[in-house]
């Protein structure tokens, strides 16, 4: 496989790619375009050979790591409270905490290999409900928020790049940038005292928190959600979207002086059909490397976005669960996390053979 | 290049096509998002909710802690137990005007001489919200369930340590027994529950108490709804004895940010919103039909020293500073503290000065010290206290150790609360003049060095109970932990004699009045001792709407606080505006125009983009 086309999902911070899957060579030229290489089953089981792996690293990862974060659960549970010695002994005992720590990770993994996340200390339900409540409420968030950031960023990308330092260009990467800095809770504060409070002639719009008004079914309660979901969307496309954007354009304007594209528009190709069938889909893969980041994070949550607006997603959760720490909720979310990035990288992996067919060969 | 044959080339490619239109695609999910979102900005369900206002006055409270769990055998943080409140009658509950114990569930008790056997008569005329009579079995139920199952005595398992046997002999009568005497029995702050729904639970420490609606319940409201970290809905119960609530329904609204709540507040979203900072306090003064309610909050907010950390078994442990355990260095600290400054300053007028240990809202029990008592604000009284302690200046200006060592003190703070870091930095102002060195240690979790007694000093605060019986007994010997290994409920690792014979005297003390006498004595000799020094008695500040809330019940009745109180008062006794519900219809209606407008004019761009696309696209296909 070509060396300088592994992709680097992890470290991919938006900047462009020096050395990217369009550099041309020898090898290259010649090779059916759309075809697989024939290693690419062996490419795919080493790829996901690989997940496997980083998914039981972190596993004990979470186990270790969480135990190092300073602080008794117990303590902090039963802080301010009349308990007796007896009763904290009590709560170690159901907890799990009194046991030795090989002891305890030996049960950690049994529960583990079982499907298991245990049992929250401080809600007392079992982590999977917690999760499974709180994970739809994220995703409509987030996803809703990827959607649209990624499709405006791409999309105001490659504009920007094919005029590229004309005012457009400059507009849009200004704009896109200054909103790339703001701190998203503090944007999210200015839409709600605006678009939700209210401002001058501007009429309070839209819920100034939370996810539904509550007591509505059916139709009337998808639309109370969505009313609910704009600002917060609002907020984290407006913050998110720029890095799309830079990245796109970046790649797009090292994908600029291609000789491909003078070919093209020496057929007598509109300026416009040039960009879009031609230059732009050669450089997504940068973009695709992104998509494929971000939608990893989309499951994380965002802390900041959520608890400005009360969103009871996984963000909020996490923290809560840390400042017990709630141990099992603190690994479970570790874990479901971490998952989510691996499992989209390694989709992003298995899906560049299928862009770029020097990648897996 | 291959790129180029893999695009340019012939268009029999699947691959080409779909990328090909993808920016038309692009720009029309793009604007159908768009459009999806312009059509949102109309508001369509303040349409539903306004007339659902018409015929149901729904007073909503802005809250943000999580409920830990539903089940009363469960529930310890704030926001649950106060729901318990309103869902199950206690046996007894507290006056609002000077939280005397009043009856609840229990029309009347009384105890025999010798304070181990108290009958309690239980009111006939409390049903359960299922229809059924509540009895003196049902209050016997609980009480045993928390006495034979260690998962039922999880949150309140206190109360009955120390009972003996709880039986029902009728249906109106209850009788516990106990092991010794306990100054909290007519103070049990346990939810009764009914019996013939808690017996079907099969284990109660997984029992939380909120899958099935309504949750049958006896008290001023039913619990009927719960979103974690959404909402938690109650209906008016219509047959409580006491009479039925005003509002018809009761919405603790979730708002994780307190400046989102305070926004809800303003537009009117949310009628109640509490725990407000100063500046939040400032912004919403003098805002028609908002009213702020700055009332003398339950907790003191104190300075405590490490007297030397030490078990039951006479180890000790930690690595206080040696000097603290000289009173005069501790009276010298506290001298130099000017509390006005504080109170002003770091509260912005939002707290009361400290003095005594337990907060001034109770009444019955508040002190304050006598003038010569007082360890008044007096740097230079401080230094001379410190000289004559042994503790002098070296050449350049600072206070040397018995090891001879430059003092500095580590002062524990939470660095969650911007109160202790505001303090802390006069603290280091007002000490560093006496030539002593602060050095500020500020965690998110401050448990594990507090019990472990590696500290020096410690911000220290507690909310006080209408019986001030628990944050009395955290200073007695018998709090200390047992062995060095073991927690114990000491605050602070105090241990005094004197005290301790005090504590022992309040607690047999059965009339209120000669053991508040008691206690106020526990209260100057703690004082003296200069373990512990009460700053300021911080305020509840909150806000509502005048429009929506004619009138609230405060705890205690003049100048009280609405959120947390020790009763259901607030949301029972609250009567709706005759407004209320109005206010967010001007913003409605101007917000389905602006919404309609906003819809039209993008729809209409995007049809016209796609049609300009759409052209110059069929004009180039190849």
Same mark, same amino acid.
């Given at each position: 496989?070509?060396?300088?086309?592994?992709?680097?999902?992890?470290?991919?911070?938006?900047?462009?790619?020096?050395?990217?899957?369009?550099?041309?060579?020898?090898?290259? #030229?010649?090779?059916?375009?759309?075809?697989?290489?024939?290693?690419?089953?062996?490419?795919?089981?080493?790829?996901?050979?690989?997940?496997?792996?980083?998914?039981?690293?972190?596993?004990?990862?979470?186990?270790?790591?969480?135990?190092?974060?300073?602080?008794?659960?117990?303590?902090?549970? #039963?802080?301010?409270?009349?308990?007796?010695?007896?009763?904290?002994?009590?709560?170690?005992?159901?907890?799990?905490?009194?046991?030795?720590?090989?002891?305890?990770?030996?049960?950690?993994?049994?529960?583990?290999?079982?499907?298991?996340?245990?049992?929250?200390?401080?809600?007392?339900?079992?982590?999977?409900?917690?999760?499974?409540?709180?994970?739809?409420? !994220?995703?409509?968030?987030?996803?809703?928020?990827?959607?649209?950031?990624?499709?405006?960023?791409?999309?105001?990308?490659?504009?920007?790049?094919?005029?590229?330092?004309?005012?457009?260009?400059?507009?849009? !990467?200004?704009?896109?940038? !200054?909103?790339?800095?703001?701190?998203?809770?503090?944007?999210?504060?200015?839409?709600?005292?605006?678009?939700?409070?209210?401002?001058?002639?501007?009429?309070?719009?839209?819920?100034?928190?939370?996810?539904?008004?509550?007591?509505?079914?059916?139709?009337?309660?998808?639309?109370?959600?969505?009313?609910?979901?704009?600002?917060?969307?609002?907020?984290?496309?407006?913050?998110?979207?720029?890095?799309?954007?830079?990245?796109?354009?970046?790649?797009?304007?090292?994908?600029?002086?291609?000789?491909?594209?003078?070919?093209?528009?020496?057929?007598?190709?509109?300026?416009?059909?040039?960009?879009?069938?031609?230059?732009?889909?050669?450089?997504?893969?940068?973009?695709?490397?992104?998509?494929?980041?971000?939608?990893?994070?989309?499951?994380?949550?965002?802390?900041?976005?959520?608890?400005?607006?009360?969103?009871?997603?996984?963000?909020?959760?996490?923290?809560?669960?840390?400042?017990?720490?709630?141990?099992?909720?603190?690994?479970?979310?570790?874990?479901?996390?971490?998952?989510?990035?691996?499992?989209?990288?390694?989709?992003?992996?298995?899906?560049?053979?299928?862009?770029?067919?020097?990648?897996?060969? | 290049?291959?790129?180029?044959?893999?695009?340019?080339?012939?268009?029999?490619?699947?691959?080409?096509?779909?990328?090909?239109?993808?920016?038309? @695609?692009?720009?029309?999910?793009?604007?159908?998002?768009?459009?999806?979102?312009?059509?949102?900005?109309?508001?369509?369900?303040?349409?539903?909710?306004?007339?659902?206002?018409?015929?149901?006055?729904?007073?909503?409270?802005?809250?943000?802690?999580?409920?830990?769990?539903?089940?009363?055998? @469960?529930?310890?943080?704030?926001?649950?137990?106060?729901?318990?409140?309103?869902?199950?009658?206690?046996?007894?509950?507290?006056?609002?005007?000077?939280?005397?114990?009043?009856?609840?569930?229990?029309?009347?008790?009384?105890?025999?001489?010798?304070?181990?056997?108290?009958?309690?008569?239980?009111?006939?005329?409390?049903?359960?919200? &299922?229809?059924?009579?509540?009895?003196?079995?049902?209050?016997?139920?609980?009480?045993?369930?928390?006495?034979?199952?260690?998962?039922?005595?999880?949150?309140?398992?206190?109360?009955?340590?120390?009972?003996?046997?709880?039986?029902?002999?009728?249906?109106?009568?209850?009788?516990?027994?106990?092991?010794?005497?306990? %100054?909290?029995?007519?103070?049990?702050?346990?939810?009764?529950?009914?019996?013939?729904?808690?017996?079907?639970?099969?284990?109660?420490?997984?029992?939380?108490?909120?899958?099935?609606?309504?949750?049958?319940?006896?008290?001023?409201?039913?619990?009927?709804?719960?979103?974690?970290?959404?909402?938690?809905?109650?209906?008016?119960?219509?047959?409580?004895?006491?009479?039925?609530?005003?509002?018809?329904?009761?919405?603790?609204?979730?708002?994780?940010?307190?400046?989102?709540?305070?926004?809800?507040?303003?537009?009117?979203?949310?009628?109640?919103?509490?725990? *407000?900072?100063?500046?939040?306090?400032?912004?919403?003064?003098?805002?028609?039909?908002?009213?702020?309610?700055?009332?003398?909050?339950?907790?003191?907010?104190?300075? %405590?020293?490490?007297?030397?950390?030490?078990?039951?078994?006479?180890?000790?442990?930690?690595?206080?500073?040696?000097?603290?355990?000289?009173?005069?260095?501790?009276?010298?600290?506290?001298?130099?503290?000017?509390?006005?400054?504080?109170?002003?300053?770091?509260?912005?007028?939002?707290?009361?000065?400290? %003095?005594?240990?337990?907060?001034?809202?109770?009444?019955?029990?508040?002190?304050?010290?006598?003038?010569? +008592?007082?360890?008044?604000?007096?740097?230079?009284?401080?230094?001379?206290? @410190?000289?004559?302690?042994?503790?002098?200046?070296?050449?350049?200006?600072?206070?040397?150790?018995?090891?001879?060592?430059?003092?500095?003190?580590?002062?524990?703070?939470?660095? =969650? &609360?911007?109160?202790?870091?505001?303090?802390?930095?006069? @603290?280091?102002?007002?000490?560093?003049?006496?030539?002593?060195?602060?050095? *500020?240690?500020?965690?998110?979790?401050?448990?594990?060095?507090?019990?472990?007694?590696?500290?020096?000093?410690?911000?220290?605060?507690?909310?006080?109970?209408?019986? /001030?019986?628990?944050?009395?007994?955290?200073?007695?010997?018998?709090?200390?932990?047992?062995?060095?290994?073991?927690?114990?409920?000491?605050?602070?690792?105090?241990? &005094?004699?004197?005290?301790?014979?005090?504590?022992?005297? +309040?607690?047999?003390?059965?009339?209120?009045?000669?053991?508040?006498?008691?206690?106020?004595?526990?209260?100057?000799?703690?004082?003296?001792?200069?373990?512990?020094?009460?700053?300021?008695?911080?305020?509840?500040?909150?806000?509502?709407?005048?429009?929506?809330?004619?009138?609230?019940?405060?705890? /205690?009745?003049?100048?009280?606080?609405?959120?947390?109180?020790?009763?259901?008062?607030?949301?029972?006794?609250?009567?709706?505006?005759?407004?209320?519900?109005?206010?967010?219809?001007?913003?409605?209606? =101007?917000?389905?125009?602006?919404?309609?407008?906003?819809?039209?004019?993008?729809?209409?761009?995007?049809?016209? *983009? *796609?049609?300009?696309?759409?052209?110059?696209?069929?004009?180039?296909?190849?």
């Amino acid at each position: 496989m070509a060396a300088e086309a592994t992709p680097a999902l992890a470290e991919d911070s938006g900047g462009p790619r020096a050395s990217g899957p369009r550099a041309t060579g020898p090898r290259a #030229t010649g090779r059916r375009a759309g075809r697989v290489g024939s290693g690419y089953p062996r490419y795919v089981a080493g790829k996901v050979g690989g997940a496997v792996v980083s998914l039981l690293a972190v596993l004990v990862t979470s186990f270790f790591l969480f135990r190092l974060i300073p602080g008794d659960p117990v303590k902090f549970m #039963t802080g301010g409270r009349q308990v007796s010695a007896e009763q904290l002994a009590a709560y170690r005992q159901e907890f799990g905490l009194d046991l030795p720590l090989w002891k305890q990770f030996t049960n950690y993994c049994g529960q583990a290999l079982t499907g298991g996340l245990g049992t929250s200390y401080q809600f007392r339900a079992p982590v999977i409900d917690k999760i499974t409540e709180a994970l739809p409420n !994220t995703l409509l968030l987030t996803g809703t928020a990827f959607v649209l950031y990624t499709l405006l960023g791409v999309w105001l990308g490659a504009r920007a790049a094919w005029r590229g330092g004309g005012p457009g260009d400059r507009f849009n !990467t200004g704009l896109a940038l !200054t909103l790339y800095s703001i701190p998203s809770f503090w944007l999210g504060l200015l839409l709600i005292i605006v678009f939700a409070v209210g401002m001058g002639p501007i009429p309070g719009l839209f819920p100034t928190g939370g996810m539904e008004s509550g007591g509505q079914e059916g139709f009337a309660y998808a639309v109370d959600v969505a009313h609910h979901l704009v600002l917060p969307v609002v907020t984290l496309v407006a913050v998110e979207y720029g890095q799309t954007l830079l990245v796109t354009r970046s790649a797009l304007l090292d994908e600029m002086g291609g000789d491909y594209l003078t070919t093209a528009r020496a057929k007598g190709l509109r300026d416009d059909l040039v960009r879009r069938r031609h230059a732009v889909p050669n450089a997504m893969l940068p973009t695709v490397t992104l998509i494929f980041v971000n939608l990893g994070r989309t499951v994380a949550g965002v802390i900041l976005v959520e608890t400005v607006f009360s969103w009871p997603g996984l963000g909020g959760l996490f923290y809560q669960a840390l400042s017990v720490p709630d141990l099992p909720l603190v690994q479970g979310l570790f874990f479901v996390f971490a998952a989510a990035v691996i499992v989209m990288n390694t989709l992003a992996d298995l899906v560049y053979p299928l862009l770029d067919p020097r990648v897996g060969r | 290049m291959d790129r180029q044959d893999q695009y340019g080339g012939g268009p029999t490619r699947p691959s080409s096509r779909p990328t090909g239109r993808a920016p038309r @695609l692009l720009a029309g999910s793009a604007a159908a998002a768009l459009t999806l979102t312009a059509a949102l900005t109309t508001p369509l369900d303040p349409a539903p909710r306004r007339a659902h206002a018409a015929e149901e006055k729904v007073l909503t409270v802005a809250v943000a802690q999580s409920v830990d769990s539903l089940s009363p055998f @469960l529930a310890t943080r704030l926001v649950s137990t106060s729901i318990h409140r309103l869902v199950y009658e206690y046996l007894t509950n507290y006056d609002p005007s000077d939280n005397r114990a009043i009856p609840g569930l229990a029309t009347q008790w009384e105890t025999t001489d010798d304070k181990l056997t108290w009958t309690y008569r239980i009111r006939s005329n409390s049903t359960w919200s &299922d229809g059924r009579r509540v009895t003196a079995e049902d209050a016997a139920w609980t009480f045993n369930k928390m006495m034979t199952d260690k998962g039922a005595a999880t949150a309140a398992g206190s109360f009955v340590a120390n009972f003996k046997k709880v039986t029902a002999p009728s249906p109106t009568k209850l009788v516990i027994r106990l092991k010794k005497p306990q %100054a909290t029995m007519a103070a049990l702050d346990v939810p009764i529950v009914p019996k013939h729904v808690w017996e079907k639970v099969g284990d109660v420490s997984k029992f939380n108490n909120d899958k099935t609606f309504p949750i049958v319940g006896n008290g001023p409201f039913i619990l009927t709804g719960y979103k974690a970290d959404s909402y938690v809905r109650l209906k008016a119960n219509r047959t409580f004895w006491r009479g039925a609530p005003k509002f018809d329904e009761l919405l603790f609204k979730y708002y994780k940010d307190g400046d989102a709540a305070v926004a809800a507040l303003q537009k009117g979203e949310v009628s109640f919103v509490s725990g *407000l900072t100063p500046a939040q306090a400032a912004a919403l003064k003098g805002r028609p039909d908002i009213e702020v309610n700055d009332a003398p909050g339950r907790r003191f907010y104190a300075l %405590a020293t490490n007297p030397g950390a030490r078990a039951q078994d006479g180890t000790e442990f930690g690595d206080g500073h040696g000097s603290l355990r000289d009173q005069k260095v501790r009276h010298a600290l506290f001298m130099a503290v000017d509390r006005k400054t504080i109170i002003d300053r770091v509260f912005q007028g939002h707290a009361i000065a400290g %003095a005594g240990y337990i907060p001034p809202r109770f009444a019955p029990y508040s002190w304050k010290p006598s003038r010569k +008592q007082e360890l008044a604000y007096d740097p230079k009284k401080a230094a001379r206290l @410190l000289d004559e302690a042994g503790y002098e200046k070296n050449d350049e200006g600072k206070r040397l150790g018995k090891d001879g060592k430059p003092i500095t003190y580590r002062v524990l703070c939470h660095a =969650t &609360d911007p109160n202790d870091k505001a303090v802390g930095k006069y @603290l280091q102002e007002w000490w560093g003049e006496l030539g002593i060195g602060v050095s *500020l240690d500020c965690r998110d979790n401050v448990t594990d060095p507090w019990l472990a007694g590696t500290y020096d000093l410690a911000f220290d605060g507690w909310s006080v109970n209408p019986d /001030p019986d628990y944050v009395l007994s955290i200073h007695t010997c018998a709090a200390l932990p047992k062995t060095r290994k073991e927690t114990g409920a000491t605050d602070n690792f105090i241990c &005094d004699k004197k005290y301790d014979k005090l504590y022992e005297r +309040q607690l047999a003390e059965h009339d209120p009045a000669k053991r508040a006498a008691i206690v106020k004595e526990m209260e100057s000799r703690l004082y003296d001792t200069g373990y512990m020094n009460v700053i300021a008695y911080p305020n509840a500040v909150e806000a509502y709407r005048t429009d929506q809330i004619a009138s609230i019940e405060a705890m /205690p009745r003049s100048g009280g606080n609405i959120y947390g109180q020790d009763g259901y008062w607030s949301w029972w006794s609250a009567v709706p505006a005759e407004s209320s519900g109005k206010s967010s219809e001007g913003a409605g209606s =101007t917000g389905v125009i602006v919404g309609i407008v906003t819809g039209v004019v993008v729809l209409t761009g995007v049809a016209v *983009l *796609l049609g300009l696309r759409r052209r110059a696209t069929a004009d180039d296909r190849e």
